[in-house]
């Protein structure tokens, strides 16, 4: 996936050649003249540094006019030319949307969408509410008279949408994939990351974390002496749980988060946690299936709660209710968290102005309904079409190329061939809206937030222990991503990333395929990266490949693995080639694949006109690729996605891919021996 969510395996190019020995730049003779003002070749063009040498550094390259004239936004930790000029026009088209609807509903729905958009921006109401809205919570945790009635209380509040301690979702079982499960994964934690409270590095951000504690608890109306121990002692606890909990890159490993159980199963491995209360309080009492992701997490809990003192565990879910609450309370429960998720984790200067965040709000409750009137304004006329052209073409290309690979045997290509042909596409929107069947208010935000979240809850659980439906949508339809799902053999782009610079039905296929065809490539080389390729055809988890076809393809993956581990973001600071591997993987299958596509589609259409003067088509598919991940973003930022982000950074998300590729080489006459073409590369697809 190019900007991953948990549950998914998911989540996002020109002169002439190379100097030494390759032919020197056109700006060294006569250079072209720009495109025209206000065309987005111009805005291409812009982009670039042309001074930079394409086979020492692309990504410069590409991105460099485009770093040099453009500022970190102050509401921003990192802006792309991709992701974030995108999500930027659809909060400003979702807004235009909204306060149309505010103004005069036309139907129910749209009366929800009015009620939810004007509760939200009434700030004078929300502050005034102060933390009310979650006063009988704390009331029902400071009820907590025992350990044993811990998972009562955690089943009643994961009913409200709110998960502590550990985290639930229903997806397919990954063995039997048409069956959906519950899923249960380690939680409980406030700071990204495991090695967070366990690093000496990392004591600044632990010392911050604790003032943010206790900040919020003072605020909530805790005595200061007070919040200051439970502070401590929520850090003592949280660090516990970290202690237990597994590293980023081994929850990505889905032969070893599949740990199925029944009811007895899992109760005979954490006695002393109620299963039966925590599901019937949960709204499912009955359901018995149940993967446990993270086993080794679930095992020590009951033995970190009895050794937790009682008023310490209450302390502890009180502050996680109020941490979750905080965005959508009083502002200054809201400004505090900011202060320390913003500005001290992601070195973020401002919060985004507060349309922004409804905008995005809104997206996440009732997201459904927003979708349908995004999808009139921004996918219309024949864009599916097109981008349905764009994926079959696609696949055939990753098809095409599965006969030159040296180290796949015969019988596993013919497997690997029948999964390709077997993959669901699904393009802008899905065949059926959700349906939101509760009232929302136009003068109480947290409370409509409260029913979103319950209703989202009550409508992933009731398809637990059901058939898989083939129609489920993880996104909606304005957001700026696109997902690979294992269990169903599917790859999904929301109408939110077919839009430019990704994707216009006005755009030259170069641009086409280099931009939007990467990601197209990247989400189908999904289903063949190190853990996609666990899944066959049907999106089962099953030994599908020949043993030495197994030795063979990890001894190249080791190979892709080897070359980000030593990739520096910062000084110090090193990708995990692990932990970036099946993404590293996706971008590399992903960008060779668009390309040999968007040769076929000239072979059977004839060549383009010059889309960028001096450059031929073919460079320009490059120039779209690297442009689509241009980017800028503060150290703090780079220095967080560094340990837990399975994406590369978006310098190496171009360059890595790019100095393994003979198609690269060839385009921009790269010569052997240069940064961009070493001497050893890796193959995987």
């Not at 006109?609 to 001096?614: A, D, I, K, N």
């Not at 442009?627 to 590369?648: F, G, L, N, Y």
Request: charged share 25%.
């Amino acid at each position: 996936m190019l900007h991953h969510t948990a549950r998914t395996v998911v989540v996002a190019t020109l002169l002439a050649s190379c100097s030494g020995g390759a032919k020197a730049p056109p700006e060294a003779a006569t250079p072209p003249a720009p495109p025209a003002e206000g065309t987005f070749q111009r805005e291409m063009w812009d982009a670039m540094d042309r001074q930079a040498d394409p086979c020492d550094d692309f990504y410069q390259y590409a991105c460099g006019g485009w770093m040099a004239s453009n500022q970190l936004p102050a509401d921003k930790s990192a802006y792309g030319r991709g992701f974030s000029t995108i999500q930027e026009r659809n909060q400003v088209l979702l807004r235009e949307v909204l306060e149309k609807v505010a103004a005069a509903p036309a139907d129910p729905d749209q009366e929800k969408l009015a009620a939810f958009w004007k509760a939200c921006n009434d700030t004078a109401a929300i502050d005034a509410a102060g933390m009310q809205p979650i006063a009988e919570d704390w009331k029902v945790v400071d009820g907590l008279k025992s350990k044993k009635d811990l998972m009562a209380l955690l089943g009643k509040l994961s009913a409200g949408g709110d998960d502590v301690l550990f985290d639930v979702w229903i997806d397919a079982d990954q063995k039997n994939p048409g069956l959906a499960i519950v899923h249960l994964v380690q939680g409980g934690t406030g700071l990204p990351e495991r090695s967070y409270y366990l690093d000496e590095a990392t004591q600044e951000v632990r010392d911050a974390y604790v003032a943010y504690i206790e900040k919020m608890l003072v605020l909530a109306g805790v005595e200061e002496a007070s919040a200051k121990k439970q502070a401590a002692d929520i850090l003592a606890f949280e660090t516990k749980l970290a202690e237990v909990s597994w590293e980023a890159e081994r929850l990505g490993d889905a032969t070893a988060t599949y740990n199925k159980l029944d009811r007895d199963g899992l109760q005979k491995a954490t006695p002393g946690l109620d299963w039966a209360a925590y599901l019937k309080n949960a709204g499912q009492p009955d359901l018995t299936q149940i993967n446990v992701m993270t086993p080794s997490f679930f095992e020590a809990l009951p033995g970190i709660v009895d050794g937790t003192d009682l008023a310490v565990l209450r302390s502890y879910v009180k502050f996680r209710v109020l941490s979750h609450a905080a965005s959508d309370l009083a502002s200054s429960f809201e400004d505090a968290q900011f202060d320390f998720y913003g500005r001290t984790l992601f070195g973020q200067q401002e919060q985004e102005e507060r349309w922004k965040r409804c905008v995005d709000k809104a997206d996440g409750a009732i997201g459904d309904l927003l979708s349908q009137a995004y999808i009139d304004a921004a996918f219309a006329g024949d864009s599916k079409d097109i981008a349905l052209d764009m994926i079959q073409r696609i696949e055939g290309s990753f098809e095409a190329g599965l006969p030159s690979l040296s180290w796949m045997d015969d019988d596993t290509r013919a497997r690997a061939i029948e999964k390709v042909r077997a993959i669901t596409n699904k393009i802008g929107y899905p065949n059926e809206f959700r349906k939101y069947d509760f009232e929302l208010s136009a003068t109480d935000h947290f409370g409509n937030q409260r029913k979103a979240a319950a209703a989202t809850h009550d409508w992933w659980w009731s398809k637990a222990e059901k058939p898989v439906d083939p129609d489920t949508w993880f996104m909606t339809a304005p957001t700026v991503n696109a997902y690979y799902n294992p269990s169903q053999n599917e790859i999904v782009f929301p109408a939110g990333i077919l839009q430019p610079p990704f994707f216009s039905s006005s755009f030259p296929r170069a641009v086409n395929f280099g931009a939007m065809g990467l990601v197209m490539g990247h989400e189908i080389s999904h289903g063949f990266d190190d853990e996609g390729r666990k899944f066959d055809g049907s999106g089962r988890m099953t030994d599908w490949w020949a043993p030495d076809a197994v030795t063979r393809f990890e001894e190249a993956t080791s190979c892709v693995e080897k070359q980000y581990d030593a990739y520096e973001v910062l000084p110090g600071v090193n990708l995990n080639g692990k932990l970036t591997l099946g993404e590293n993987i996706a971008d590399l299958g992903g960008s060779r694949t668009a390309f040999r596509a968007y040769r076929k589609w000239v072979e059977e259409n004839g060549a383009e006109p010059e889309v960028l003067p001096g450059l031929s088509n073919e460079q320009t598919f490059w120039v779209s690729f690297a442009q689509s991940w241009c980017q800028i973003a503060s150290e703090e930022h780079m220095k967080v996605r560094a340990k837990t982000d399975p994406h590369s950074a978006p310098r190496f998300r171009v360059n890595g891919p790019l100095s393994n590729l003979p198609e690269f080489h060839e385009t921009f006459s790269c010569e052997e021996g240069r940064p961009l073409h070493p001497a050893s590369t890796c193959e995987v697809w």
